[in-house]
């Protein structure tokens, strides 16, 4: 199984440019998150979904969209990028039990994110 | 909210020492914990979980017992080896609107043959 498949590796942006982070997962999981990683702060969620068509926004979502129309795919889009989103964004998918116990979450290799 | 407290390191141990990171963590209810590991250039992968109080888990030689009474889930290894060295996460998650998950800072840990 290829797990969690995160595209690009690596991406230069220029302020203002607009980008999709892809993410896919081939694990039939209901729940799909975006976190972005920054030295001293750990990982910090941005949008996530429990399902197609569902959508919402975690903890830093301000200049990123998501959208979710299958249960494989969840791209992050950045509409104007920015020096401050400077940062290594990481897809994580996971089942959704009853009361979201016992659910191992699956990260994908993360995707390196530089604004200048 | 919730939110994790873990030793922020870096910590440098030798070969075959032994190794302790501190989490501890507030959250209403009765989260499950985890231990993530990132190793260099790559994403999270689970390294253990409990579920309830007093669970142990444990995997790869490393433990982690689940201490409600000192909200506590602090990471130990007997004996540690140079494969080990990465940043270790704790984080929880319980039910919720979003299921999310929630980190501490994470530790380096580097060992030296």
């Known amino acids: 199984n290829a797990g969690v498949t995160q595209t690009p590796k690596f991406q230069v942006l220029k302020t203002g440019q607009s980008m999709t982070l892809q993410c896919a997962q081939d694990?039939?999981?209901?729940?799909m998150s975006w976190y972005r990683q920054d030295p001293g702060m750990g990982l910090r969620l941005i949008h996530y979904?429990?399902?197609?068509?569902?959508?919402d926004q975690g903890e830093v979502p301000n200049g990123y969209n998501v959208s979710r129309s299958t249960t494989e795919d969840f791209p992050l889009r950045l509409l104007s990028a920015a020096p401050s989103q400077t940062s290594v964004y990481f897809c994580?998918?996971?089942?959704?039990?009853?009361?979201?116990?016992?659910?191992?979450?699956?990260f994908g290799q993360g995707t390196r994110l530089t604004v200048v | 909210g919730d939110s994790v407290t873990q030793m922020e390191g870096p910590v440098t141990l030798s070969e075959e020492a032994f190794l302790t990171i501190n989490c501890t963590y507030t959250?209403?209810?009765?989260?499950?914990l985890f231990w993530y590991v990132q190793y260099p250039g790559e994403g999270l992968q689970l390294l253990l979980k409990?579920?309830?109080?007093?669970d142990k888990g444990s995997n790869k030689g490393f433990e982690a017992t689940y201490r409600k009474e000192t909200t506590s889930f602090h990471l130990e290894k007997g004996s540690v080896q140079v494969s080990d060295s990465a940043v270790y996460f704790c984080?929880?998650?319980?039910?919720?609107?979003?299921?999310?998950?929630?980190f501490g800072k994470g530790t380096l840990l580097t060992v030296n043959p």
């Open positions: 994580a998918s996971s089942y959704v039990p009853d009361r979201a116990r016992n659910t191992e979450a699956f």
């Open positions: 694990m039939n999981h209901e729940y």
């Open positions: 979904s429990v399902g197609a068509g569902i959508t």
């Open positions: 959250a209403t209810g009765y989260p499950s």
């Open positions: 409990a579920t309830k109080a007093d």
């Open positions: 984080a929880l998650r319980h039910g919720g609107s979003n299921y999310k998950l929630t």
